[in-house]
Protein backbone atom coordinates (compact mmCIF):
# COMPACT_ATOMS: atom_id res chain seq x y z
CA UNK A 1 0.00 0.00 0.00
CA UNK A 2 1.44 3.45 -0.77
CA UNK A 3 0.44 7.00 -0.85
CA UNK A 4 2.97 8.88 -2.83
CA UNK A 5 2.85 12.25 -1.05
CA UNK A 6 6.10 13.85 -3.04
CA UNK A 7 3.94 16.08 -5.60
CA UNK A 8 1.79 17.02 -2.36
CA UNK A 9 5.21 17.82 -0.26
CA UNK A 10 6.39 20.19 -3.12
CA UNK A 11 3.98 22.91 -2.30
CA UNK A 12 4.33 22.43 1.24
CA UNK A 13 7.15 25.73 0.90
CA UNK A 14 7.12 27.18 4.57
CA UNK A 15 9.83 28.75 4.99
CA UNK A 16 11.69 31.63 3.13
CA UNK A 17 13.43 30.65 -0.43
CA UNK A 18 17.20 30.99 0.23
CA UNK A 19 17.29 30.94 3.82
CA UNK A 20 18.15 27.59 5.74
CA UNK A 21 15.72 25.37 7.67
CA UNK A 22 16.16 23.29 10.29
CA UNK A 23 14.59 19.60 10.32
CA UNK A 24 13.98 17.96 13.10
CA UNK A 25 14.92 13.85 12.69
CA UNK A 26 13.17 11.26 14.82
CA UNK A 27 13.23 8.05 13.06
CA UNK A 28 16.01 6.95 10.65
CA UNK A 29 17.24 10.38 10.08
CA UNK A 30 18.75 10.62 13.02
CA UNK A 31 21.17 7.36 11.99
CA UNK A 32 20.96 8.01 8.38
CA UNK A 33 21.31 11.26 7.46
CA UNK A 34 22.74 10.89 3.81
CA UNK A 35 21.67 14.30 3.44
CA UNK A 36 24.43 17.73 3.04
CA UNK A 37 24.10 19.63 6.22
CA UNK A 38 25.28 22.81 7.62
CA UNK A 39 25.01 21.67 11.54
CA UNK A 40 23.19 19.70 13.27
CA UNK A 41 22.32 19.99 16.89
CA UNK A 42 20.35 17.05 19.22
CA UNK A 43 16.96 18.86 20.01
CA UNK A 44 13.33 17.86 21.12
CA UNK A 45 9.45 18.37 20.31
CA UNK A 46 6.80 18.94 22.59
CA UNK A 47 3.59 17.49 22.54
CA UNK A 48 4.59 14.37 20.57
CA UNK A 49 5.26 11.11 21.20
CA UNK A 50 7.42 8.82 18.69
CA UNK A 51 5.29 5.54 17.82
CA UNK A 52 6.21 2.52 14.95
CA UNK A 53 2.73 2.83 13.72
CA UNK A 54 3.33 3.75 10.36
CA UNK A 55 3.59 0.47 8.12
CA UNK A 56 6.71 0.63 5.57
CA UNK A 57 5.44 -1.39 2.23
CA UNK A 58 8.67 0.43 0.23
CA UNK A 59 11.90 0.05 2.88
CA UNK A 60 11.35 -2.65 5.92
CA UNK A 61 8.89 -4.40 4.37
CA UNK A 62 6.64 -5.07 1.85
CA UNK A 63 3.16 -4.91 0.37
CA UNK A 64 2.81 -8.50 1.43
CA UNK A 65 4.39 -7.70 4.70
CA UNK A 66 4.86 -4.45 5.92
CA UNK A 67 7.42 -3.41 8.35
CA UNK A 68 6.55 -0.73 11.14
CA UNK A 69 8.37 2.61 11.38
CA UNK A 70 8.08 5.42 13.34
CA UNK A 71 5.96 8.30 12.85
CA UNK A 72 4.74 10.78 15.13
CA UNK A 73 1.58 11.24 17.36
CA UNK A 74 -0.05 14.34 19.03
CA UNK A 75 0.48 13.58 22.86
CA UNK A 76 -0.15 16.49 25.19
CA UNK A 77 2.97 16.65 27.77
CA UNK A 78 5.04 14.32 26.12
CA UNK A 79 8.62 15.47 24.73
CA UNK A 80 10.24 13.43 21.42
CA UNK A 81 13.62 13.81 21.50
CA UNK A 82 15.94 13.57 18.06
CA UNK A 83 18.37 15.36 15.73
CA UNK A 84 17.80 18.97 14.20
CA UNK A 85 19.48 19.49 10.93
CA UNK A 86 20.11 23.01 9.43
CA UNK A 87 19.69 22.02 5.62
CA UNK A 88 18.99 24.09 2.37
CA UNK A 89 15.64 23.82 1.32
CA UNK A 90 16.65 21.99 -1.96
CA UNK A 91 17.91 19.41 0.50
CA UNK A 92 14.14 18.32 0.74
CA UNK A 93 13.74 17.32 -2.78
CA UNK A 94 15.57 13.81 -2.26
CA UNK A 95 13.97 13.70 0.99
CA UNK A 96 10.76 14.08 -0.47
CA UNK A 97 11.08 11.06 -2.62
CA UNK A 98 12.88 9.11 0.24
CA UNK A 99 10.21 9.14 2.74
CA UNK A 100 7.16 9.13 0.01
CA UNK A 101 5.00 6.67 1.63
CA UNK A 102 2.31 9.02 3.33
CA UNK A 103 4.93 11.01 5.14
CA UNK A 104 3.95 14.84 5.01
CA UNK A 105 5.84 18.01 5.97
CA UNK A 106 4.80 19.73 8.95
CA UNK A 107 5.97 22.52 10.97
CA UNK A 108 6.75 22.21 14.57
CA UNK A 109 8.92 24.30 17.32
CA UNK A 110 12.07 23.03 18.25
CA UNK A 111 14.08 23.21 21.15
CA UNK A 112 17.84 22.99 21.75
CA UNK A 113 19.60 21.71 24.69
CA UNK A 114 20.99 25.54 25.59
CA UNK A 115 17.26 26.75 26.03
CA UNK A 116 16.62 28.29 22.77
CA UNK A 117 14.26 27.30 20.13
CA UNK A 118 13.38 27.52 16.14
CA UNK A 119 10.62 26.54 13.80
CA UNK A 120 11.61 23.85 12.17
CA UNK A 121 10.23 20.60 9.70
CA UNK A 122 8.84 17.10 10.79
CA UNK A 123 8.12 14.58 8.51
CA UNK A 124 4.63 12.75 9.42
CA UNK A 125 3.07 10.17 8.62
CA UNK A 126 -1.02 11.01 9.98
CA UNK A 127 -3.47 8.68 10.76
CA UNK A 128 -5.54 9.09 7.29
CA UNK A 129 -2.56 8.31 5.19
CA UNK A 130 -2.83 4.57 3.64
CA UNK A 131 0.16 3.17 4.83
CA UNK A 132 -0.65 4.45 8.64
CA UNK A 133 -1.35 1.06 10.82
CA UNK A 134 -1.85 2.27 14.52
CA UNK A 135 -1.57 0.89 17.73
CA UNK A 136 -1.30 -2.55 18.32
CA UNK A 137 -0.79 -4.89 21.59
CA UNK A 138 3.24 -4.76 22.03
CA UNK A 139 3.61 -7.95 20.90
CA UNK A 140 2.11 -8.10 17.81
CA UNK A 141 3.81 -5.15 16.95
CA UNK A 142 7.36 -7.09 18.05
CA UNK A 143 6.58 -9.94 16.30
CA UNK A 144 5.49 -7.93 12.91
CA UNK A 145 9.07 -5.91 13.10
CA UNK A 146 11.07 -9.10 14.11
CA UNK A 147 9.89 -10.90 11.03
CA UNK A 148 9.71 -7.82 8.17
CA UNK A 149 11.90 -6.92 5.73
CA UNK A 150 12.34 -4.79 2.90
CA UNK A 151 14.47 -3.18 -0.02
CA UNK A 152 16.24 -1.05 2.88
CA UNK A 153 17.01 -4.66 5.11
CA UNK A 154 15.78 -5.52 8.22
CA UNK A 155 12.84 -3.98 10.01
CA UNK A 156 14.52 -5.21 13.81
CA UNK A 157 18.01 -3.03 12.13
CA UNK A 158 16.07 -0.60 11.90
CA UNK A 159 14.85 -0.40 15.61
CA UNK A 160 18.20 -1.08 17.01
CA UNK A 161 19.86 1.59 15.24
CA UNK A 162 17.27 4.03 16.05
CA UNK A 163 17.25 2.71 19.61
CA UNK A 164 21.39 2.90 19.68
CA UNK A 165 21.56 6.68 18.47
CA UNK A 166 18.66 7.62 21.45
CA UNK A 167 20.83 6.02 24.05
CA UNK A 168 23.89 8.00 22.27
CA UNK A 169 21.63 11.11 22.57
CA UNK A 170 20.60 9.74 26.54
CA UNK A 171 17.34 9.74 24.91
CA UNK A 172 14.33 7.93 27.10
CA UNK A 173 11.38 6.81 25.08
CA UNK A 174 9.39 3.77 27.11
CA UNK A 175 7.86 2.78 23.56
CA UNK A 176 11.03 2.04 21.58
CA UNK A 177 12.92 0.58 24.08
CA UNK A 178 10.46 -1.73 25.21
CA UNK A 179 10.12 -3.15 21.25
CA UNK A 180 13.60 -3.43 21.57
CA UNK A 181 13.43 -5.82 24.52
CA UNK A 182 10.35 -7.64 23.21
CA UNK A 183 12.11 -8.09 19.10
CA UNK A 184 15.14 -9.33 21.24
CA UNK A 185 13.47 -12.04 23.31
CA UNK A 186 11.34 -13.39 20.10
CA UNK A 187 15.03 -13.11 18.15
CA UNK A 188 16.59 -15.27 20.71
CA UNK A 189 13.41 -18.16 20.70
CA UNK A 190 13.92 -18.28 16.99
CA UNK A 191 16.95 -19.07 17.23
CA UNK A 192 16.78 -22.14 20.01
CA UNK A 193 14.24 -23.47 17.75
C1 LIG B 1 12.76 10.99 10.73
O1 LIG B 1 13.76 10.39 11.08
O2 LIG B 1 12.43 12.03 11.27
C2 LIG B 1 11.96 10.45 9.63
C3 LIG B 1 12.49 9.49 8.82
C4 LIG B 1 11.73 8.97 7.81
C5 LIG B 1 10.47 9.42 7.60
C6 LIG B 1 9.96 10.39 8.41
C7 LIG B 1 10.70 10.91 9.43
Known amino acids: MTHDTTL ?12 TLWLFGYGSLIWKAEFPFHELRPAHIEGWARRFWQGSHDHRGT ?11 ESPGA ?5 AYR ?9 DVREKNGYLRERVMLHFHDGSHAEGLIYLAGEHNAAFLGDAPLDAMARQIATAQGPSGLNCDYLLKLAAALEDLGAQDAHVFALVERVKEIKKRATKK
Open 79 to 83: ICQGM
Open 8 to 19: LNRERNFFTDGE
Open 63 to 73: PAAPGRVATLV
Open 87 to 95: IDAETLGPL
